[in-house]
Nanobody, 122 residues
């Protein structure tokens, strides 16, 4: 059973930066696609970025967010720069066993973390 634990959320002013981490355990990290999703109050969960055989970004975060992974630590990082008020949401780490998956459908991901809150004040 894969377990995912997010950390790094918090409160930041617009224009600032935050770094989210997701530590994975219980599986073979190098075989997975790892994704970040977010969900704002009253809205559906939306794709942010993923990394597996390739990296993929939502249009809304391209040029501002960077996803990376450290296989030796089974950790995926989401570096968020130039944050905007509309980035405010709960951010979730997810994993799926198909590392070649490039889509944004959250239902494709088997494992989920508990989430970490990001609040950007304007």
């Amino acid at each position: 059973q894969v377990q995912l634990v997010e950390s790094g959320g918090g409160l930041v002013q617009a224009g600032g930066s935050l770094r989210l981490s997701c530590a994975a355990s219980g599986g073979t990290f190098s075989r997975y696609v790892m994704g970040w999703f977010r969900q704002a109050p009253g809205k559906e969960r939306e794709f942010v970025a993923s990394i597996g055989a390739s990296t993929v970004y939502a249009d809304s975060v391209k040029g501002r967010f960077t996803i990376s992974s450290d296989i030796t630590k089974s950790t995926v990082i989401l570096q968020m720069n130039i944050l905007k008020a509309e980035d405010t949401a709960d951010y979730y780490c997810a994993a799926d066993t198909d590392r070649y998956y490039r889509g944004s459908d959250p239902h494709r991901y088997l494992y989920w973390g508990q989430g970490t809150q990001v609040t950007v004040s304007s």
